[in-house]
């Protein structure tokens, strides 16, 4: 089943009739099954052991190193399987797509039914249950989009109603730089930010607790081959230094943002933490979920160093998304986390492929392990806000909760988890992992 007209042609690893020899990697709505294959760091939970790379299959992890050991992989592959059992996957991003492609070949191979491999990596299995997950990767840089054209549209329509878009929004891709060091693993709790704020009608800001903290539903961009400084990486070019795809929760402080993000963009309404799952989904696992990049009739055409005719037939990605709220009162009665929002990023403004050539367009250099971020994900209805100050209206219109509770922004001991997965008929279910943080109390 090969094709040559996908940016990352199908394969037989993307066969949805294929199965693996470890039968969790089949069970129904599994997020890893043997056709996903995401990258990770872990480490067995209260061992005092190294973290080394591993890879999800089914409710399992595949320690990378081990299996490495276990002398299963030959020729690109067996470099590509060293890299990846290290302590962060900096080594093996920078070995570049072609090693990427023929690792997720040989693991395939070894872990698909009849494998003669199969009782060699039986024993390189670790639960995940079992598991404990850092930052897949060492950030150099971290930058965070705009590409939304639904959430910056309701966003500008609470400060600018007659005229919620900048004049240059649907002809560059908005984005600023962010904070790598305050980027976290999912399931690390975070204290509630302190700054200043002007409450209103004041003269004077105060300073204190952010009153109004919120999630923002994304997702993450690792890098993977970097590029020279001065040497700008091309929109034909762009997805071949991209390793994969996470979701990533950019929390922001309201209250302090809107103090102080003139005139040079959000400080410290951002930079106190950003939560990244533990998993990368590769754009190869991803590529039965293409989609063609379109634009609203009327709007301009990208200049020609954001457009080509391939990113027009498939840049977008299907990729569905979910907000998941826990409060601490759901959590005593045992209930479900209540769904917030659910969207797709199929709606982007901006294909990512267009991120990357713009970011790099003026010579900045990139490097293996950069983040991107895609900027709070949105869609076309109200229920698919990817933010509280959308699904509230700035607050004017609180969310009704399971038991009769209610929000506007976020409380501390709440819970914001978020989900992706790929689905549709023909191709195998492709999942992210969980995405979730828990808020604390601010330092008294």
């Given amino acids: 089943m090969t094709t040559t007209a996908h940016l990352t042609p199908l394969n037989d690893t993307h066969d949805p009739t294929l199965t693996s020899w470890l039968a969790s990697a089949q069970a129904p709505g599994c997020d890893f099954p043997i056709q996903n294959l995401p990258h990770g760091v872990f480490r067995r939970k209260g061992k005092s052991e190294a973290w080394r ?18 002398g299963v992989f030959s020729g690109p592959a067996a470099r590509a ?41 039986r024993g390189c299995l670790v639960a995940q249950d079992d ?9 150099g840089d971290y930058t965070d989009f705009y590409t939304s054209i639904y959430h910056a549209t309701n966003v500008g329509k609470l400060f600018r109603p007659d005229n919620p878009l900048m004049p240059n929004y649907k002809w560059v891709p908005i984005g600023y730089h962010g904070r790598a060091s305050t980027v976290v693993v999912s399931g690390q709790d975070f204290r509630r930010p302190q700054g ?43 997805e071949h230094h991209v390793f994969g795809l996470t979701l990533l929760n950019d929390w922001s402080a309201r209250d302090i943002q809107a103090w102080e993000y003139q005139p040079l963009g959000p400080f410290l309404s951002k930079n106190f933490a950003t939560t990244v799952s533990p998993w990368i989904v590769t754009l190869e696992a991803l590529a039965p979920y293409r989609l063609p990049y379109q634009r609203p009739a009327g709007d301009p055409a990208p200049l020609p160093y954001l457009e080509d005719a391939v990113n027009r037939a498939q840049g977008s990605l299907d990729i569905q998304l979910e907000v998941q709220l826990t409060t601490p009162q759901m959590q005593a009665r ?11 990023y199929r709606h982007a403004y901006w294909t990512l492929a267009q991120l990357v050539a713009h970011h790099t367009v003026g010579g900045c250099a990139m490097q293996p392990g950069d983040l991107l971020g895609t900027g709070t994900l949105s869609g076309p209805t109200a229920t698919e806000a ?58 008294s």
Avoid at 132 to 139: D, G, K, N, S
Avoid at 421 to 433: D, M
């Fill in 131 to 139: 598991c404990e997950f850092t930052l897949p990767a060492r950030i």
């Fill in 334 to 344: 045992g209930d479900a986390p209540a769904v917030l929002a659910r969207t797709s």
């Fill in 196 to 238: 200043q704020t002007l409450p209103p009608g004041a003269s004077e800001p105060r300073f204190g607790p952010c009153q109004r903290l919120d999630y923002e539903l994304e997702l993450g961009i690792w890098m993977g081959s970097g590029n020279a400084m001065g040497e700008p990486i091309a929109l034909a070019d762009a």
């Fill in 386 to 443: 990817g933010a509280l100050l959308e699904l509230t209206v700035g607050g004017k219109q609180p969310v009704a909760l399971p038991g009769g509770e209610t929000r506007t922004f976020l409380q501390d001991g709440d819970t914001v988890g978020l989900a992706a997965w790929c689905e549709r008929p023909g191709a195998a279910r492709i999942g992210f992992g969980p995405c979730t943080g828990t808020i604390l109390a601010a330092l």
């Fill in 53 to 70: 790379g591993g890879v999800a299959i089914g409710d399992q992890v595949l320690d990378m190193a081990a299996a490495s050991g276990a």
């Fill in 81 to 121: 399987a060293q890299a990846a059992g290290g302590a962060s996957l900096n080594a093996l991003m920078a070995l570049g797509a072609p090693a990427w492609r023929a690792l997720r070949q040989a693991l395939s191979e070894v872990l698909r039914t009849g494998s003669p491999h199969e009782a060699a990596l």
